[in-house]
DNA sequence: AGTCACCTGATT
DNA sequence: AATCAGGTGACT
């Protein structure tokens, strides 16, 4: 599911379900799926917050959860922890019955419990917020300057800018008609800019599509819920000229492109 | 800078 | 049986 508009819907759907009641309890699918969940113990939900792909629970008593859902996690509220779906792999009960539940068919998503000090530390790996005033075709020309990297692969590291994945990547590159192999350092001053708007234009459009779908149930699995230009659509035409949509791979992944509109 | 391991399920 | 999947950190 996620990347950062789906972990920011994740959080606004989480926020509604406010005000919170206490943590009592926790279980996890093993060792690995949550660490530290003893300090959850006891505290409150106080704040929901995103940070790139991570969401961050913010805990009475200085401390905060960190979850990454990773490929396939969901995290949401149950309204009664003993009905958690096979699929939920970490889960904190609340003392009005409810459980705030990680939903993760492939098991890869994560929890951890930290003293909130440790934040700034978590997330130093991190780049600027794509949708946050720190995000500036200035701030994204240097960084294209400090790296030998194709573009795309480049656009997916989370220290250039935090909360980019394969699929937004992928059309955010399409839009502003780079292609996915040119060396990031080569981009000029001008296709910079068009790559920042098109970046901004991209996760605003998924946000709202997102959002929508959200309001309505069912709406993610029934398949396409943002209307992907590129991604997953190889052989099919370009929305823009009709040539055929390429893939090939890149960094062990698959990258879809046009081939005659980005150069 | 590139590859692999972490996991499970869907698709070919 | 093999390959692929919206992510990332730990390895060569």
């Not at 959850?40 to 008593?61: F, H, M």
């Not at 951890?112 to 440790?118: A, N």
């Not at 901004?200 to 946000?207: D, G, K, M, Q, T």
């Not at 943002?226 to 893939?247: D, L, S, T």
């Amino acid at each position: 599911m996620p990347e950062l508009p789906e972990v920011q819907a994740v959080a606004e759907r989480l926020r509604a379900a406010a005000p919170w009641a206490r943590i009592t309890g926790f279980g996890r699918f093993r060792s690995t799926t949550m660490t530290g969940g003893r300090h959850a113990v006891g505290r409150r939900i106080e704040a929901v917050d995103r940070r790139g792909k991570n969401l961050i629970l913010r805990l009475s008593g200085g401390w905060f959860a960190r979850v990454h859902l990773k490929m396939t996690g969901d995290l949401r509220v149950l309204p009664d922890a003993r009905l958690r779906p096979q699929t939920v792999r970490a889960w904190f009960a609340l003392d009005d019955g409810r459980a705030v539940v990680l939903d993760d068919p492939r098991a890869l998503g994560r929890i951890s419990l930290h003293p909130e000090q440790e934040e700034q530390e978590l997330f130093r790996h991190l780049g600027p917020e794509p949708l946050g005033p720190e995000f500036t075709a200035a701030a994204l020309l240097a960084s294209a300057r400090r790296t030998a990297r194709p573009a795309k692969l480049w656009l997916m590291d989370q220290a250039t800018v935090a909360g980019l994945g394969n699929i937004y990547a992928a059309e955010a590159l399409f839009e502003a008609r780079i292609d996915p192999r040119r060396p990031a350092a080569q981009l000029s001053r001008q296709r910079i800019e068009r790559l920042h708007s098109a970046i901004l234009r991209v996760l605003n459009s998924a946000l709202a599509s997102v959002r929508a779908a959200y309001e309505r149930p069912g709406a993610f699995t029934e398949g396409e819920f943002y209307p992907v230009a590129v991604y997953g659509r190889e052989g099919r035409p370009c929305p823009r000229c009709g040539a055929a949509v390429r893939r090939i791979p890149q960094g062990g992944r698959s990258t879809y492109y046009c081939p005659k509109c980005q150069k």
